[in-house]
């Protein structure tokens, strides 16, 4: 006979947080959100953290290089879509692994014998005015010259007069050689009154740029989530289908932890996949998922997952529960997992950090499911809305919009994400297409949502992930609760907001 479950499954919108005695060490300033991101022993601690408990879902709308760049910068971290050739998502790992803070590879640059003219041209086009001339003309050439705008006077220069004889000479150059850090290109662009650094290479060839305005911004970035060798962290989205030719790969370009991308994760492919990592990478982490209970945890916990992820049908584009009828509620869901996760410290020893993934609208619902058990959350909606996201923007009336789309659209047409054995194709959607509101620049939304969830803390009284889930005192709200919880009974103001109420 079917077992039937007695209780009924919740949304994160269906609970509130009741706050505790604030005390005054309970600022959000002392909040630390730095989580676990890998399983670990007993009293060990993780080898592998996030700064903050976010990271990006494996969608070709949310997760590529630009977004992985911008996100690790802010202490998250990205997993790569897979739904993609290998060679392209390498190079996206590779793209967000070389990249420093503060050194740009330089997009304006000239021969000495281009004229005054080609500089106002280019300047036309890339809007920057610092540009390295090299012998070929390219950005990697052999350094000779620099030109910036107080090289020449458009009003007195002859548009031919040649590059050569308005540029810096190399032989008057401040330069850096690469493998300089940031500390001390800054140095060097304070002590000697420079705008601008260029590096280069042990044979002069141009590396990149270092800009006075860059390094006052990366101030800004005191969350960055780097490796051992100071270089950014990101994930890998995999699948169950092609793993043995996709991860060899993954690792070669220096992904730092993967993560089986699947709407169904209780089955056999992903013990197979997990299994092959751990085989063959000894140093290689892996997430697995989705699960939504108890069996489906331990089943993957017991495959040597190092993360496991939660969630069936709650996402914003998913289909899922419509098609095929299955999933939980996510806050029940992620409720039941973080038992069963606990139960299997108790008896193990082994701590599994939990991902809740899918369905979370509100900043606040992050800290709902924080507070319900998970380390961290995977979000898709949420970043796709920002610039760093891979998608156009597009102008809908007087609202700028992005595009957002499912892996299971026939847009992604992603179907191992859906795999169950037989023949590979996509038969049926379990997402859409859809658009969702242009937000602006990823730092700026981010800022603002850890602000709200170190605020939260301080009012729960904790002023860590672990606290929180000690203390935190979590109701149940009725419908009517819901809507008590907007703006209501009243007129709003901006014209815009009325039509939402
Ligand atoms: P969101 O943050 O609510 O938009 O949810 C993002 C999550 O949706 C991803 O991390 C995936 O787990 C999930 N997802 C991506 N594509 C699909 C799909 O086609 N159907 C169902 N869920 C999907």
């Known amino acids: 006979m079917a077992l039937y479950y007695?209780?009924?499954?919740?949304?994160?919108?269906?609970?509130?947080?009741?706050?505790?005695?604030?005390?005054?060490?309970?600022?959000?300033?002392?909040?630390?959100?730095?989580?676990?991101?890998?399983?670990?022993?007993?009293?060990?601690?993780?080898?592998?953290?996030?700064?903050?408990?976010?990271?990006?879902?494996?969608?070709?709308?949310?997760?590529?290089?630009?977004?992985?760049?911008?996100?690790?910068?802010?202490?998250?971290?990205?997993?790569?879509?897979?739904?993609?050739?290998?060679?392209?998502q390498v190079q996206m790992i590779r793209n967000v692994k070389s990249y420093k803070a503060g050194f740009v590879k330089s997009d304006s640059n000239l021969k000495p014998d281009?004229?005054?003219?080609?500089?106002?041209?280019?300047?036309?086009?890339?809007?920057?005015?610092?540009?390295?001339?090299?012998?070929?003309?390219?950005?990697?050439?052999?350094?000779?010259?620099?030109?910036?705008?107080?090289?020449?006077?458009i009003t007195k220069d002859p548009l031919d007069k040649k590059v050569k004889d308005i540029m810096t000479p190399y032989s008057k150059l401040v330069y850096g050689r690469k493998g300089i850090s940031l500390k001390d290109s800054n140095n060097i662009i304070w002590t000697q009154k420079l705008n601008c650094l260029p590096i280069i290479d042990e044979k002069d060839f141009l590396d990149s740029l270092v800009f006075r305005k860059d390094i006052i911004e990366h101030d800004n970035y005191p969350n960055e989530l780097l490796d051992s060798h100071k270089r950014l962290?990101?994930?890998?989205?995999?699948?169950?289908?092609?793993?043995?030719?996709?991860?060899?790969?993954?690792?070669?370009a220096g992904a730092d932890i993967l993560c089986i991308d699947s709407s169904d994760g209780f089955s056999e492919w992903q013990k197979d996949t997990i299994e092959y990592v751990k085989k063959n990478y000894k140093n290689m982490y892996i997430g697995a998922g989705n699960i939504v209970e108890e069996e489906g945890f331990n089943y993957l916990a017991d495959a040597g997952a190092d993360f496991?992820?939660?969630?069936?049908?709650?996402?914003?584009?998913?289909?899922?529960?419509?098609?095929?009828?299955?999933?939980?509620?996510?806050?029940?869901?992620?409720?039941?997992?973080?038992?069963?996760?606990n139960k299997y410290f108790k008896n193990t020893g082994i701590y599994m950090p939990l991902c809740a993934d899918g369905g979370i609208v509100q900043?606040?619902?992050?800290?709902?499911?924080?507070?319900?058990?998970?380390?961290?959350?995977?979000?898709?909606?949420?970043?796709?809305?920002?610039?760093?996201?891979?998608?156009?923007k597009i102008k809908i009336g007087n609202n700028y919009v992005k595009e957002y789309w499912a892996e299971g659209s026939n847009r992604a047409r992603n179907w191992q994400r859906y795999d169950l054995g037989g023949s590979e194709g996509l038969h049926f959607e379990e997402g859409i297409d859809s658009y969702v509101p242009y937000a602006?620049?990823?730092?700026?939304?981010?800022?603002?949502?850890?602000?709200?969830?170190?605020?939260?803390?301080?009012?729960?009284?904790?002023?860590?992930?672990?606290?929180?889930?000690?203390?935190?005192?979590i109701i149940r709200v009725s419908a009517a609760s819901i809507v008590e919880s907007k703006p209501h009974d009243i007129i709003p103001k901006n014209y815009n907001e009325i039509a939402e109420y």
Request: aromatic share 6%.
């Open 440 to 473: 602006g620049s990823l730092k700026s939304n981010v800022d603002v949502t850890i602000s709200k969830i170190k605020a939260t803390f301080a009012n729960c009284g904790a002023n860590d992930i672990k606290e929180l889930q000690e203390k935190a005192r």
């Open 308 to 341: 496991i992820k939660i969630g069936i049908g709650p996402a914003s584009i998913c289909t899922t529960r419509e098609q095929k009828g299955i999933g939980m509620g996510q806050a029940t869901a992620v409720m039941k997992v973080n038992e069963a996760r």
């Open 6 to 88: 007695d209780e009924t499954s919740y949304t994160f919108n269906e609970f509130l947080l009741v706050p505790n005695l604030t005390k005054k060490s309970n600022t959000p300033d002392n909040v630390s959100l730095i989580t676990s991101l890998v399983r670990y022993k007993k009293n060990e601690g993780t080898p592998l953290k996030l700064n903050i408990p976010i990271v990006s879902s494996v969608m070709q709308s949310v997760s590529n290089d630009t977004l992985g760049i911008s996100l690790a910068r802010n202490g998250g971290l990205s997993f790569i879509f897979h739904s993609q050739m290998i060679e392209k």
């Open 363 to 392: 900043d606040y619902h992050i800290t709902l499911a924080l507070a319900m058990g998970a380390d961290f959350v995977m979000m898709g909606r949420y970043f796709a809305r920002f610039d760093e996201s891979p998608t156009n």
């Open 114 to 153: 281009n004229t005054l003219k080609d500089i106002l041209a280019l300047i036309d086009k890339t809007g920057h005015s610092t540009i390295p001339v090299t012998e070929d003309g390219t950005p990697i050439g052999k350094l000779l010259g620099l030109v910036t705008s107080r090289d020449f006077r």
């Open 233 to 252: 962290m990101v994930g890998a989205g995999i699948n169950t289908r092609d793993y043995k030719e996709r991860i060899p790969e993954l690792i070669k």
